[in-house]
Each structure stands twice: as C-alpha cells, then as structure tokens.
C-alpha cells in the first residue's frame, strides 16, 4: 500500500514538473501584464461589468482577471447589489447602466441582476412581463446607439449626398435612388438582425462586442463617409476668387494659382472653417449667417466669385 502510494505521489510529482518545464515555460525577466494598447496600438476604455450575483467568482474574480491582461472591468457600486438573500435594486441598477454603457468598450450583462436582483432572487421571484419590459425599455437608448450610429450617422448622409449629386446634375433618378437603396439597406439589415437576435440571443451582442466587428464596419462606413463628403467638397462648393493681376508684361489670374498649388483649395477652407465653428459648438444657424455675411462682404469686395459649370 505504502509502494502504491509511493509511485501515485511520485507520478504527479514528475507529471507537475513535465508540464510547469514544457508546456507552461518561464521567461527570463520580470513578468508584466498584457498592454491596453497590445492588438492596435490604441487605448480600451473600459469593460462594465453587471455579475450574476455578490459571490466574489462573479464579480471580484471578474475584476481581477481584467487586470492581469490589463483591462479595466467595472463592477457596479456595491450598494445596487445583492446581499445573500436580499435582492438588488434593480431599478437602480439598469439606471447605472444606462449611465456608464457609453464610457465602455464591451459590457458583460447579467440579466437575472438586471431583472430580478440577483441570481437567487431571480429563482425565487417570478418574473412578470412588466419586468421585461422595464429591462428592455431601459437597454433600449444604449442598445440604440449602436444603430443610429450606423445607419442615422453613417449610412444615411452617405446615400443622401450620392443621391444630391445626382439631383445637381440633374438627373432625377437621384431621390429614387435614395429611398429605394435606403429601404432596401435598412430592411436588410433589420430582417437579418433580427434573424440573428432571435437565433443566438444576448450571445449575439456579446460575440458583436468582443470580436471588434462594430468598430470595423464603423470604421469602414466612417471612411466612405469621409470620401463622399470630400468628393461633394471638391464638386459642389462653386466659389472661386476672380482676383487677376498683371506681372510685366504676363496676366496673373489667382484662381489658376491655387488649382496649380491644389485643386479646389477655397472649397476645402470654406469645409473646415464650418467644421472649425461646429466643433466650437457653434449652431447651424450662426453658420449659416457667418458664411452669408463673409460672402456677401468678400463679393462686394471683389475677392470671391460663383465659379461657372
């Protein structure tokens, strides 16, 4: 029995020192947790983090494991939470939500929390569909920003300034295009959604956060943007200066000297000084007004011109 107990010890012994030697080596130096910048050079906000319940594996074990890859977790104030039997405040709870979902990269939701105030109270409550409801009206304006972020602020003026240029030019199939490939975009998109929603429920949001999706085609969506917005700059602001002047014996015209320098440059400062004032937080309004007053005013002058198509 002793030889038996002998040759078990000395297996594990020789099986922990096979695994610690070759398959989890040690490096020479101190060791250091993963970077927040390690994957694309950029800092991650934050993760918020809602637990099943207080344990510490739900919550503090959570918290800690994003430290050693050097990533924030969030947890909620203590007081929203459980406490053995007594439930969580709920109401509270989603409201914290509510209020951090923008601040975060990704968020790890319990929805017995969120409903029932914990894991045990959510066994021993009955969920009513009022509950679901509330849960789904307060996820509703974070959850939402993820869309209108996507089709309200990427997709829509993209459409709309193909479908404007081709107004300007004219041709009539430009309001046409607009509703008919917006319709069938967000159609799509809600249709297939909702297919994916109803197949691999709250999985789906997660899957969307952790693997960076959202950001890339936001990314994506973001530089056509900036395309179409810089192409319409280029085409559509006709202001040209008709400023000329006489160098010897050789007729110098101003305009020919910015396209030589770079095309369309007086389109280009009219963009970004509108893009200065709104940044500011200037309104459209006191836009609109500034550039009517500065055109007026540099016309009279003489200094700026309507280039003709």
Known sequence: MKQSFGMVTAFLALTLLLFHFVFHPIYAGEWQPLSTAMEDGAVRRPILLVPLDSRPPCGAFVVNGGKIIGREVIPPP???MDYYSMAGDTAAMRSWVAAHIHEADAAI????????????????????????????????????????????????????????????????????????????????????????????????????????????????????????????????????????????????????VLDSLLPAMLPLIAVLAVWKLLAKGKSPTFVIAVLFVVGVVLSLLGLLGVAQS
């Open 78 to 80: 203590s007081e929203l």
């Open 109 to 256: 939701l319990s929805v017995d929390q969120l409903l029932s105030g914990g894991l045990l109270a959510a066994r021993e409550a009955h969920i009513s569909a009022e509950d679901i409801n509330s849960l789904r009206t307060g996820l509703m304006g974070p959850m939402a920003g993820i869309g209108d972020t996507v089709s309200q602020g990427i997709v829509y003026p993209i459409l709309a300034g193909i479908a404007c240029s081709l107004a300007l030019a004219g041709n009539l199939f430009g309001p046409i295009f607009f509703e008919i490939a917006y319709k069938i975009i967000m159609l799509g998109c809600g249709y297939t959604m909702y297919m994916v929603g109803y197949k691999q429920g709250k999985s789906a949001i997660i899957g969307l956060l952790r693997s960076g999706t959202l950001n890339r085609v936001t990314e994506i969506f973001s530089i056509v943007g900036l395309m179409v917005i810089g192409s319409m700059a280029a085409t559509r602001i006709a202001i040209m200066t008709p400023v000329a002047f006489t160098v010897g014996e050789v007729n110098v015209t101003l305009q020919q």
